[in-house]
């Protein structure tokens, strides 16, 4: 986004710039490759200190692959990602060529949440050992202090010091994933990736797990890039928002640009198909093309094919991510609302 | 007046497991559904929904049994017909349609010769018809290229296009009730819409009943008629939608309906209802949701509420209104 030149660089926290992750497509006996998957095609964006930062989007949209490439568990095709803590000057990491004792300290201070609380707990260990492990890999504390620190996790996710010597099946959804949110939290890192952290928990769990998260922002000041399809959610905690479409932004902006004022096609579309407790039936507009399989490469914009609001122009040319407003981009030729040009 | 299509009486539904244990999974649910009205099921992971549709169906799992109660679909008593007799009507009068479309599908099988199966063995149409059929059927729940799709392997199609062709599957034998269970939850939101528009408008087309079960209280204000808030295997709350919706009377709805966050407006706090959903295993005393209510009474843990009648239609099992 270029409103980050503007900001003083050791405010931001993450700056991706101009970030592709294309998968190849292999084909016959020799693996030729055949094509790419363009999971994230050259998105670029910046997360502030203590700010959370929300990607959005369906599935396939390339959201969690653009956290996976951030935290170093996919390769980058391209583009660069350039990370400071503290007082750390900004530096890019490039995954694929850092060494390994710098990996491990910027790894230190990121951390991931992940979205099932079921399956990214090791059941073969106890929550002690779940805790402690993250300690004992970055080689902080000795054992006595490690043991403090692992009571004091527990306190601030809300967990009792009994369930120490327990397995993750004896926990339900929601407190498990209590106890992988203190994990992320073991090795005090300052900006925690969430992908889909409340998704496989039930309504009145989410609540608990959402207020959690939301202290840990105003209690250390932490940075959070948080990755969700539900856009209730991402209001409710967000700050700045991207919405994403076939691995590039559609539209980002403040939380009051993007729910109050939203221009792009999609993010409007998105909005309209929530269904609203107690509002009764809504009506819908959007185009039939909508969920149609293998829709056809369109040289211009992806959304093109289900665009209610398309011109001709959208087929052969790909909008360009411009701001209409300080701080709110769209990538539409013809955007909705106030900042409609046609 | 429309005419009573399913009523369903003090079902409950126990599992016995092999460590003698029994677990009731659904306690005493009571509803009824008109010809052509819907009615939501709502509640957590756990709270006997899916049991109590698979119960109309007769397909509760073992080690699961229907150990009392009554299901009558128009006139006849389902939990005492024959294995043989169900099989008539599973599929013919009454579908379902399940959560997730890519495990509910045959992946070996075209989506032709899936839907020609439940046509063949209602005796629906002859084989030679049985393609027309489908074709329309398929281009009768929006699906762009009957012919193609029809053709193609479950894998071949896109979420969306798969739930839509488990709901051509479901109503290709003009059945009276549908029921489905989960039907948007695997899907993203923006089809999940195009979905619930699809049900609906299919429902009022074909005047069936629907019997729809979910977790998004969200989807049920969009398409019941009236709903049923479950909370460990009993029925907390039962209201017409709008009812429900203005004037919620359980404490579990009124905080279930508060905790959710909102797309209106951004809300500083989230409402939190505290504590875990209980497990069959220990469900508490008294009534099962006191020690997560906000207005709970010291007799709430001894004494089990019965479900009143306060207002016409609305019903509510909690001592406060007892």
Known sequence: MPETAALQSNDIVVNVNDLCVHFPIRKGLFGAVAGFVKAVDGISFAVRHGEIFALVGESGCGKTTTAQAIAGLLPATSGSIDLSFDNMPQRTIDWKSADAAAAKAVRRRMQMIFQDPYSSLNPRMTVKAILEEPLIIHHLGSRDERDRRIRALLDRVGLSHEYLNRYPHEFSGGQRQRIGIARALATDPRLIIADEPVSALDVSIQAQIINLMQDLRTGCRQTQLFISHDLAVVRHMADRIAVMYRGKFAEYGSESDLFLHPCHPYTILLLDSIPVPGKGRKQRGGNAAEEIDRQPEVAGCAFYPRCPRRLDKCRATVPELREVKKGHGVACFNPAGEYETT | ?322
């Open chain 2, 1 to 322: 007046m429309a005419h009573q299509l399913l009523s369903c009486y003090d079902l409950h539904i126990s599992f016995t497991l092999s460590d003698g244990q029994v677990d009731e999974a659904v306690r005493g649910i009571a509803f009824s559904l008109d010809e052509t009205e819907t009615l939501g099921i709502v509640g957590e992971s756990g709270c006997g929904k899916t049991m109590t549709a698979l119960a109309v169906m007769r397909l509760v799992p073992l080690p699961g049994k229907i150990t009392a109660g009554s299901v009558f679909f128009k006139e006849n008593n389902l939990l005492t017909l024959s294995e043989q007799q169900m099989r008539t009507i599973r599929g013919r009068h009454i579908s379902m349609i399940f959560q997730d479309p890519m495990t509910s599908l045959n992946p070996v099988y075209t989506c032709r010769s899936q839907i020609k199966e439940a046509i063949v063995h209602h005796g629906i149409a002859r084989t030679s018809d049985a393609d027309a059929l489908i074709e329309s059927i398929l281009h009768e729940v929006g699906i762009p290229d009957p012919k193609r799709t029809a053709d193609s392997y479950p894998h071949q199609l896109s979420g969306g296009m798969r739930q839509r062709v488990m709901i051509a599957m479901a109503l290709v034998c003009n059945p009276r009730l549908l029921i489905a269970d989960e039907p948007t939850t695997a899907l993203d939101v923006t089809v999940q819409a195009r979905i619930l528009d699809l049900l609906h408008g299919l429902q009022s087309k074909k005047s069936m009943g629907m019997i729809l079960i979910t977790h998004n209280l969200g989807i049920v204000g969009d398409i019941a008629d009236k709903v049923i808030v479950m909370y460990a295997g009993e029925v907390m709350e039962y209201a017409p939608v709008r009812e429900l919706f203005d004037r919620p009377m359980h404490p579990y709805t009124v905080n279930l309906l508060e905790t959710i966050p909102a797309i209106a407006a951004r809300k500083e706090r989230l409402t939190v209802i505290p504590g875990e959903v209980p497990t069959l295993r220990n469900i508490p005393p008294g009534c099962p949701f006191h020690p997560r209510c906000n207005r709970s009474m010291p007799r709430c843990s001894t004494e089990h509420p019965a479900l009143s009648t306060p207002g016409t239609n609305h019903q509510v099992r909690c001592l406060l209104y007892a």
